[in-house]
């Protein structure tokens, strides 16, 4: 902990103590360094398993923010452009009027593909574990309104059609970018797909309340090893809390010498591509480039920050005006309204530290 920032210390044992936290980590990054690495709680209730150092859980839709990363290297690289048509790089993709559908409308969520409707014989579970079958459907998927003109949270369909523009134009799955370019180099536990050998080391989630998306339940199958070895960039990242830290840390300036994006590639991902009601969830969000932005992000956090929350509380961004990457990961999943409690208040004592 470094000095300065022990009211972070003290909000973490709050939320054990006040707030109903079960198990939880959170971590801090300032200017390319760790200043705050917290972890506690039980990792799985149902044999006593303490949360450890190198705890891993699923983050839901943070996971977005891992994947807007990513094509925003490809687009920094020059494989991919924000303003060119998703068709260029999957030319299936063009079918049912979607030819000109840009990339920054995928990212924005106003594609008008909020979820797969084509394919009725597969389950919300059995959808889950589908993805080929669903990027095919997407494909030949008609948009429910016309791209542009509104947007609608892409819960479970961001992933797939991202994760599909990521492998036609790297010849690898999104997964597999992330491990080689990303995760390798900084050193992070972050997956998409992970490995069989560390399902160990995953704390299970524990349900109390039900998810926004329709697509399937939060509930058990979150917790099995298919689940967890499928690539669902939207959703199923499985990761720490001080991977998301010090990744987006590395977005925002150099971390023991890496830097993942340039600050005009953060101007560009942060410029605002959709703000308003939310055609599908009903509530305001603002989005840039894949993430989300102030007002959407905790009060506190600066008009510059950038990140993604997920269901049930999980949550990462960062600050570039206060050279902050910050990550939160927990098992409790809760219903909105709740899990945003243990977030904000941790939030809050990171900026009262400042």
Known sequence: ?????????????????????????????????????????????STGRPWQHDTLVLVFSTTKGVTSVV?????????????????RAWP??????????????????????????????????????AGERMIQALAAQA?????????????RTFGWMLGEVVRRV?????????ARE??????LELYIGLPEALEPRVAPLWKVGAGASELAPYDEPWNTRALHAVELPSSNGISSARALARLYAACIGEVDGIRLLQPDTVARACEVQA?????????????????????????RIGPRAFGHGGNGGSFAF????????????????????????????????VYDSL
Not at 23 to 41: E, K, N
Not at 71 to 83: H, S, T
Not at 112 to 121: C, M, N, Q, S, Y
Not at 182 to 187: F, N, Q, S, V
Request: with cysteine.
């Open 275 to 299: 703000t308003g009601t939310d055609c599908v969830l009903g509530v305001p969000f603002t989005f840039g480039l894949g993430f989300m932005l102030p007002p959407t992000l905790p009060p």
């Open 92 to 129: 299936e993709f063009a079918a049912s009027g979607k030819a000109a559908l840009p990339l920054r409308w995928v990212l924005s969520h106003q594609a008008g593909l909020p979820e797969v409707i084509t394919d009725a014989g597969l389950s919300g579970d059995a959808q889950l574990l």
């Open 318 to 349: 960062a600050d570039p005006d206060r050279g902050i990457g910050f990550g939160y990961v927990l098992n409790r999943v809760r219903p909105p309204g709740e899990s945003e409690l243990c977030q904000y208040a941790l939030v809050e004592a």
């Open 1 to 45: 902990m470094a000095s300065g920032f022990s009211r972070v210390a003290e909000v973490f044992a709050e939320n054990f103590e006040r707030r109903g936290e079960l198990g939880a980590a959170c971590t801090v990054y300032r200017d390319g360094r760790p200043v705050v690495d917290l972890w506690g709680g039980l990792a799985d209730p």
């Open 182 to 187: 990303i995760a390798g180099p900084l050193g």
């Open 170 to 178: 790297t010849g690898t799955t999104l997964g597999q970018y992330l």
């Open 143 to 155: 948009p429910a309104w016309p791209p542009g003109s509104a947007h609608g949270y892409h819960a």
């Open 71 to 87: 094509v925003n290297q490809l687009i920094e690289r020059g494989l991919l452009a924000a303003d060119a048509p998703v068709a």
